[in-house]
T-cell receptor, first 111, second 110 residues
């Protein structure tokens, strides 16, 4: 059974740029959630996708957007990057159970 | 507003010295409480799910318990490889949104 994978592992961008992060969900999982984790803090919910539709959103501005594809993989897009966007971005997948399984994360640094 | 508070922020133990981590929560209708382990720079690794007060789950040296207001993660005779950040989270909202605490950083020294 393949777990949740994310790419890239690390990314360095400058302020104002745009970035796309990718996530492949665990086999059999149809729901993908994205979280942002700043250093020393717990993950914060960005949004969730279920069967290609946004299913819920946290307190993040519209420049954070996402997609889910028919194979349940997902993308997180962030426009107009700000210094405070530097964080570990985590993707989690789940099925009909409530348990979310996390990927290894993408470390984004904004200079 | 749903909220999760973990204590202590950091804990240093000697190998073999048992202890407990605390997770206090405020949520309108608990649908699940989760414990994860996170190593530096990596994604959280699922440990346990608890659904109702009185429930207990065990895995190796770890035991999670749940009351109506808090959960405890008991670590018995820890080893250096148990060193990590332990995160507690609750399910919130009509969809499966996790609300996390800030975590407890555990360091176990030989």
């Amino acid at each position: 059974e393949t777990g949740v994978t994310q790419s890239p592992t690390h990314l360095i961008k400058t302020r104002g740029q745009q970035v796309t992060l990718r996530c492949s969900s665990q086999s059999g999982h149809n729901t993908v959630s994205w979280y942002q984790q700043a250093l020393g803090q717990g993950p914060q919910f960005i949004f969730q996708y279920y069967r290609e539709e946004e299913n819920g959103r946290g307190n993040f501005p519209p420049r954070f957007s996402g997609l889910q594809f028919p194979n349940y993989s997902s993308e997180l897009n962030v426009n107009a990057l700000e210094l405070d966007d530097s964080a570990l971005y985590l993707c989690a997948s789940s099925s009909n159970s409530d348990t979310q399984y996390f990927g290894p994360g993408t470390r984004l640094t904004v200079l | 507003e749903d909220q999760v508070t973990q204590s202590p922020e950091a804990l240093r133990l000697q190998e073999g010295e048992s202890s407990s981590l605390n997770c206090s929560y405020t949520v309108s209708g608990l649908r699940g409480l989760f414990w994860y382990r996170q190593d530096p720079g990596k994604g959280p690794e699922f440990l346990f799910t608890l659904y109702s007060a009185g429930e207990e789950k065990e895995k190796e040296r770890l035991k999670a318990t749940l009351t109506k207001k808090e959960s405890f993660l008991h670590i018995t005779a820890p080893k250096p490889e148990d060193s990590a950040t332990y995160l507690c989270a609750v399910l919130s909202g009509g969809y499966n949104k996790l609300i996390f605490g800030a975590g407890t950083r555990l360091a176990v020294h030989p």
